[in-house]
């Protein structure tokens, strides 16, 4: 059984929406009558292992966001935090927030995967708290070919990562401050930037309808997963 553990969770909300070629962020759009940010965020808020959130947007849309969490009666996020240039340093203004609260874990989430659910959220927790580095994942089910190298790859050993990552909150904290001190910027996630660390992530089974929502397209998928939860 887990021990009990402060845990917070960090959604990334900081895109701007310029791939959905308008002046709304994506994570502002509505999904099923409702913005999707909302939707990601009441899996975190019913979570009973989630003491807090900690949300990452861009400065402008601050007051849209308190709005809407007043309006849905989202109670756990403890503050707004601005975003960073990048996702990394995004997420690394929000670590930094969080030295004040020193959780035990922390949970970083994209804003835009709105099917998260309980499951993955309570999986991630617990198997940090065991192994200080986790990510969601799915298993490639396509052919893999890289043009340069004009080779297949070996499917078996490539995997499709998702969030929820979670970490043990010092360990990732610490990581993103060596990356500051050699002014790194572009890991794409926290399990890439510990990677360049030669600290492994653990991959656990994540969830196909588990999509991040980046354009258009995915916009139109999202909206026919609605309809199976």
Same mark, same amino acid.
């Given at each position: 059984?887990?021990?009990?553990?402060? $845990?917070?969770? $960090?959604?990334? /909300?900081? #895109?701007?929406?310029?791939?959905?070629? #308008?002046?709304?962020?994506?994570?502002?759009?509505?999904?099923?009558?409702?913005?999707?940010? !909302?939707k990601t965020l009441q899996f975190f808020e019913a979570s009973k292992m989630?003491?807090?959130?900690?949300?990452?947007?861009?400065?402008?849309?601050?007051?849209?966001? =308190?709005?809407?969490?007043? %309006?849905?009666?989202?109670? %756990?996020?403890? /503050?707004? !935090?601005?975003?960073?240039?990048?996702?990394?340093?995004s997420v690394y203004n929000g670590l930094v927030f969080l030295k004040n609260?020193?959780?035990?874990?922390?949970?970083?989430?994209?804003?835009?995967?709105?099917? !998260?659910? %309980?499951?993955?959220?309570?999986?991630?927790?617990?198997?940090?708290?065991?192994?200080?580095?986790? +990510?969601? +994942?799915?298993? !490639?089910?396509?052919?893999?070919?890289?043009? #340069?190298?004009?080779?297949?790859?070996?499917?078996?050993?490539?995997?499709?990562?998702?969030?929820?990552?979670?970490?043990?909150?010092?360990?990732?904290?610490?990581?993103?401050?060596?990356?500051?001190?050699?002014?790194?910027?572009?890991?794409?996630?926290?399990?890439?930037?510990?990677?360049?660390?030669?600290?492994?992530?653990?991959? $656990?089974? #994540?969830?196909?309808?588990?999509?991040?929502?980046?354009?258009?397209?995915?916009?139109?998928?999202?909206?026919?997963?609605? =309809?199976?939860?």
């Amino acid at each position: 059984m887990m021990a009990k553990q402060k $845990i917070c969770a $960090i959604i990334v /909300a900081g #895109g701007k929406g310029r791939r959905m070629e #308008g002046n709304t962020p994506k994570q502002f759009m509505k999904l099923d009558n409702d913005p999707i940010i !909302v939707k990601t965020l009441q899996f975190f808020e019913a979570s009973k292992m989630i003491n807090t959130i900690i949300l990452i947007l861009p400065k402008k849309w601050k007051k849209k966001a =308190q709005y809407l969490l007043n %309006k849905y009666r989202i109670k %756990k996020v403890v /503050a707004i !935090v601005p975003a960073g240039r990048t996702r990394q340093s995004s997420v690394y203004n929000g670590l930094v927030f969080l030295k004040n609260l020193n959780p035990d874990i922390v949970v970083i989430h994209d804003a835009v995967r709105p099917f !998260v659910t %309980k499951t993955l959220i309570e999986a991630a927790c617990i198997n940090a708290a065991r192994f200080d580095a986790v +990510s969601c +994942s799915i298993p !490639v089910r396509d052919a893999l070919y890289e043009k #340069g190298r004009k080779q297949f790859l070996n499917r078996k050993n490539i995997v499709r990562v998702q969030t929820p990552q979670a970490f043990t909150f010092s360990l990732l904290l610490n990581a993103h401050t060596r990356a500051r001190k050699r002014k790194r910027w572009d890991f794409p996630d926290d399990s890439s930037l510990l990677l360049s660390y030669r600290i492994e992530t653990v991959f $656990i089974n #994540g969830d196909e309808r588990n999509i991040k929502i980046t354009d258009r397209e995915y916009l139109k998928l999202a909206r026919a997963i609605v =309809q199976s939860f």
